[in-house]
Every structure is written in C-alpha cells, then in structure tokens.
Nanobody, 120 residues
C-alpha cells in the first residue's frame, strides 16, 4: 500500500527557512518522481518541486526556483525552503509527480499535508 507522510511544517518569519520531510513507502514499481505541491486557501494547487526517480534530477516551479531545494535519501524526500515569503504560506503535500518543466498538475498519490505559514 502506497504511503506518503509529511512532517516539518510550521510558522516562520519572512526570510526564514524550513525543511519539509516526506517518508514514502509501498511503491512496487519504479516511480517517475516524488515531490511537492502546495495549495493556499482560495487558490489552485501549485507544483513546487519534483525529483526524478531514475537519477534524482530536480525540477522546480518558477515561483520557488533559487530558494527551494529538493533532495532525497532512500525512502525520504526533503524540501529545503529558504528565504521564505508570505506568499509561500500554504498546505504542502508530498506526492508522486511527473518530472518535467513546467511541472505537470498530475498527482496519483499524496499524503495528508503539512501547513507552512510565513508571517511576522
């Protein structure tokens, strides 16, 4: 059974940093990618980052390029978020993803999500 469990969200001031963690299991086939999308209240979901399963190549949404870094270690995917802005406030979901540019809005599986709030 596929499982994705997020942790690491919280409240941070503008300019600060957070690291999100996704522990995943249950993938019996090689997956295309695992990454993150976010959804703010009243807004459509937005692809944040995706890391390709075959070789670890990262892909990013335009709004986070240069500030966020996705990485992985075995069955864990990390999202290091630096220089956070108020517009980064959203619920962040770890999900299977399609590694391409621009990020595709296609997610077969996702976790329960974790809240990130950027506010002074």
């Amino acid at each position: 059974q596929v499982s994705l469990v997020e942790s690491g969200g919280g409240l941070v001031q503008p300019g600060g940093s957070l690291r999100l963690i996704c522990e995943h299991s249950g993938f019996t086939l090689d997956y295309s990618g695992i990454g993150w999308f976010r959804q703010a209240t009243g807004k459509e979901r937005e692809g944040v980052a995706c890391i390709r399963g075959s070789d670890g190549r990262p892909y990013y949404g335009d709004s986070v390029k240069g500030r966020f870094t996705i990485s992985r270690d075995k069955n864990t995917v990390f999202l290091q978020m630096n220089n956070l802005k108020s517009e980064d406030t959203a619920f962040y979901y770890c999900a299977t993803c399609v590694p391409m540019t621009p990020l595709a809005d296609e997610y077969d599986y996702w976790g329960q999500g974790t809240q990130v709030t950027v506010s002074s």
